[in-house]
């Protein structure tokens, strides 16, 4: 009987992950290879999870490779591919936690999944595992302890909220709370985590801090508390940078799944799903300022009219007269071939070599409580002209996706034609791109949240009234609303030199800040919004912060950042 009751105890511990592959080579000594998934459906666009175990028994060393496919849509009409290399010495046992790829939004409906190929020395398997939910639905992580009892009302409420037709609609993943990941990325795919002040406490300190990292960029927190609570007795932090951060009170009269699916439903934040694939179609802001790109007409047309009049007549009765046909078998190749030379030629000529751009970023820094971070999302639009390759690395982890834009013969990922190939390769704590990111003579347009380190501040200096700029760049403007609730100016800030600010009224600054709000796309703008009006903290604007660097075949011509976040110190 004992041995039962741990057998369901063990059972009900990991029922909240994804046994994904467990391939036993050699049973005599246990000898086997385990991918599990942390969370138990991928979303759409972000990473997902694993954990590879490779207990190798025997006496040799042996090798393992996986390989991953995401794909989004019932059509596939996106897909993203990762490989993954493991050494397992004789003798040991080696787990890994990697962070896989996820295909970005596509389709009118979600239907994410993700397909794993095990290959190697320790023998061959596969696997996939899916989840399904419409296009606007927040992505949402739920704990074992609530999914268990709530599951099916859940699902039951949320497709009646967004009238799925499909015959079933699901309201999230599930995952065991001990078993979390310790990388924020894990995180980047999903709009809401939701668990109970049990649930959190049992969160591994590593775990904590991602979630926390992924808060600041915008997710929300949900902490069901079964006695009242505060943040500080949770462990939480008091602001939560461009996210939320919740303590509902656990109710028990039954009506928990409509108070959920409320929850995250009415988040001022839009879905991270339904940005990427909405915000950017119509009226972007940035594809907008950055202009459009006519294409002449004109030119090509009279190419080939004079191409057709020396590949006909003038070829027929000049080059190959009467009684020399046999001629037309070398002139008709060569006036093609130097038609397509002079046609190569002309499109070098109008759209040159490699692209330009520009960028727009709104960041948070964080100085305080020691976390010296910078919670960052940039949005880009680019138009290229001949690329000689595809290939570019991102010096940084990233959540990166492409957004769908505007149909014109320039896009290729447009609202009509959602597709491709945005494979991205993790290695030694960055991201190799390859496939359709970036392609000749198109449009494209992308965005980038990211969480990197930074020792730039705004502080108070010992001289009442003074503060000091770190960072490396001049600040053109800066807005302070102090703990008066009084705003204040200041403009022309270098590096490393006292300033002071001096006092504006509310509505001139307000309007200061809606103005560089509607630069950004409308999920950006509601992240701004929700940050603006903070006593003790500053909105900055800078045209000469750095950017996460994608391709170095494009220029980015202006690239312009908000940055936003506490005053240090005291006079």
């Known amino acids: 009987m004992l041995r039962f009751l741990l057998f369901l105890t063990f059972a009900f511990r990991v029922c909240a992950q994804e046994t994904m592959i467990r391939e036993v080579y050699d049973p005599g000594t246990d000898t086997h290879v385990e991918v599990l ?38 059509m596939e009409r996106t897909t993203t591919t990762s490989s993954f290399n493991f050494t397992a010495p004789a003798g040991k046992t080696v787990t890994r936690d990697i962070m896989v790829p996820l295909s970005p939004p596509g389709g009118t409906y979600g239907n994410p999944s993700i397909t794993v190929l095990l290959g190697g020395s320790l023998g061959n398997a ?5 989840s399904s939910m419409g296009s606007n639905q927040p992505m949402v992580l739920l704990s074992e302890s609530l999914f268990t009892p709530h599951a099916s009302s859940l699902d039951a409420e949320i497709a009646g909220k967004f009238h799925s037709s499909r015959g079933s609609s699901e309201f999230s993943a599930k995952f065991d709370p001990k078993q979390l990941p310790d990388d924020w990325l894990a995180f980047s795919g999903y709009d809401s985590v939701i668990m109970t002040d049990t649930d959190w406490s049992n969160v591994p300190p590593g775990s904590r801090n991602a979630i926390l990292s992924w808060v600041r960029l915008g997710g929300q927190l949900l902490v069901y508390t079964q006695n009242p609570a505060t943040p500080a007795s949770l462990g939480l932090p008091a602001e939560s940078g461009f996210g939320s951060i919740a303590l509902p009170a656990l109710s028990k009269s039954g009506k928990i799944a409509r108070q959920m699916v409320d929850a995250v439903t009415r988040n001022p934040v839009k879905p991270r799903q339904t940005s990427i694939q909405s915000d950017f179609v119509r009226s972007w802001p940035l594809q907008e300022h950055f202009g459009e790109q ?34 037309l078998f070398i002139t008709t190749p060569i006036i093609s071939l130097v038609a397509s030379l002079i046609m190569i030629g002309m499109i070098i000529v109008q759209d040159g070599f490699g692209g330009s751009g520009i960028r727009r970023v709104l960041m948070e820094v964080r100085p305080d409580e020691g976390l010296n971070s910078a919670y960052l999302h940039q949005e880009q639009f680019s138009r290229t002209g001949v690329l000689t390759g595809s290939d570019f690395t991102l010096a940084s982890p990233a959540d990166f996706s492409p957004v769908a834009i505007a149909n014109s013969r320039w896009s290729r990922y447009s609202e009509s034609s959602a597709k491709g190939t945005f494979n991205l390769q993790p290695a030694d704590g960055k991201l190799l791109a390859s496939g359709d990111w970036f392609q000749s003579r198109s449009e494209q347009g992308q965005v980038l949240s990211a969480v990197i380190s930074t020792r730039g501040r705004i502080e108070k200096t010992d001289t009442p009234g003074t503060y000091l700029s770190t960072f490396e760049f001049p600040i053109e403007t800066i807005y302070l609303l102090d703990d008066a609730d009084q705003w204040q100016r200041a403009d022309g800030i270098q590096a490393g030199k006292k300033f002071s600010f001096t006092p504006v009224e509310k509505p001139a600054a307000l309007s200061w800040m809606m103005g560089e709000s509607v630069a950004f796309s409308q999920r950006n703008q509601a992240l701004f919004q929700s940050a603006m009006n903070r006593p003790g903290h500053f909105v900055a604007l800078t045209t000469q912060a750095p950017g996460i660097d994608t391709s170095p075949a494009i220029r980015w011509k202006e690239t312009r950042t908000i940055i936003t976040g506490p005053i240090l110190g005291q006079n």
């Open 37 to 74: 998934a942390l969370f138990t459906r991928p979303s759409c666009g972000g990473f997902f999870p694993v954990r590879v175990k490779i207990a190798n028994n025997l006496k040799v060393d042996r090798s393992v490779y996986l390989n991953f496919e995401s794909s989004n849509s019932y």
């Open 126 to 130: 596969s696997n996939s595992i899916a």
């Open 294 to 327: 006519k294409f002449r007409y004109s030119l090509f047309v009279a190419v080939l009219v004079l191409f057709g009049i020396v590949v006909g007549p003038v070829n027929l009765f000049v080059f190959a007269k009467s009684g020399q046909r046999h001629k």
